[in-house]
T-cell receptor
Framework: GESVGLHLPTLSVQEGDNSIINCAYSNSASDYFIWYKQESGKGPQFIIDIRSNMDKRQGQRVTVLLNKTVKHLSLQIAATQPGDSAVYFCAEKEGYSGGGADGLTFGKGTHLIIQP | NAGVTQTPKFQVLKTGQSMTLQCAQDMNHEYMSWYRQDPGMGLRLIHYSVGAGITDQGEVPNGYNVSRSTTEDFPLRLLSAAPSQTSVYFC?????????????FGNGTRLTVT
């Protein structure tokens, strides 16, 4: 079946720089996308989501960009801080699935490392 | 708000033993699910439920049972533990009536089967 993946398993950035984490998906039927942050020893934590009728959505210090033409999703973190160090997952939901988390599939994650 | 609460946080079992991983949520979410997380494999869905009295299998259901007698609780049972079930287990919930809504996760149970 189709799956969600990430371009890089590890991303290292300097504290204060902007981080960009990428995600490629192959299911053209996906219409809802989510980014999660997972700190060591904890469960995934919701960061931001975006529907397929949008190409950009902003939160506090985070921006998600969606390019449906090339099936690409990215998470931008502004002014990266030590507390941003974590594994980041993208997830996608198929448009013809049911409510809630039905049809939600996860990528394998990118480990964001913050250099002092 | 407590959100999604999982117990225990850590567990060690011998092969063949049985146990129940507990999960409770206080958000009145209809949808609940169990995932396992293994290195390099990402999150894989074990079982899920769209409401009390309703359960269904996910991607990797073998060796696990679930039940959903109340909206709040969704326990995961290992009937005869195997080393291949060594993993970190996450319970998650979301509203079902809302078509697009993110999952809320607990902090996991780290299980080791020797």
């Amino acid at each position: 079946g189709e799956s969600v993946g990430l371009h890089l398993p590890t991303l290292s950035v300097q504290e204060g720089d902007n981080s960009i984490i990428n995600c490629a998906y192959s299911n053209s039927a996906s219409d809802y996308f989510i980014w999660y942050k997972q700190e060591s020893g904890k469960g995934p934590q919701f960061i931001i989501d975006i529907r397929s009728n949008m190409d950009k959505r902003q939160g506090q210090r985070v921006t998600v960009l969606l390019n449906k033409t090339v099936k690409h999703l990215s998470l931008q973190i502004a002014a990266t801080q030590p507390g941003d160090s974590a594994v980041y997952f993208c997830a996608e939901k198929e448009g013809y699935s049911g409510g809630g988390a039905d049809g939600l599939t996860f990528g394998k994650g990118t480990h964001l490392i913050i250099q002092p | 708000n407590a959100g999604v609460t999982q117990t225990p946080k850590f567990q060690v079992l011998k092969t063949g033993q049985s146990m129940t991983l507990q999960c409770a949520q206080d958000m009145n979410h209809e949808y609940m699910s169990w995932y396992r997380q293994d290195p390099g494999m990402g999150l894989r869905l074990i079982h899920y439920s769209v409401g009390a009295g309703i359960t269904d299998q996910g991607e990797v259901p073998n060796g696990y049972n679930v039940s959903r007698s109340t909206t709040e609780d969704f326990p995961l049972r290992l009937l005869s533990a195997a080393p291949s079930q060594t993993s970190v287990y996450f319970c998650a919930s979301s509203p079902f009536s809302s078509y697009n809504s993110p999952l809320h996760f607990g902090n996991g149970t780290r299980l080791t089967v020797t």
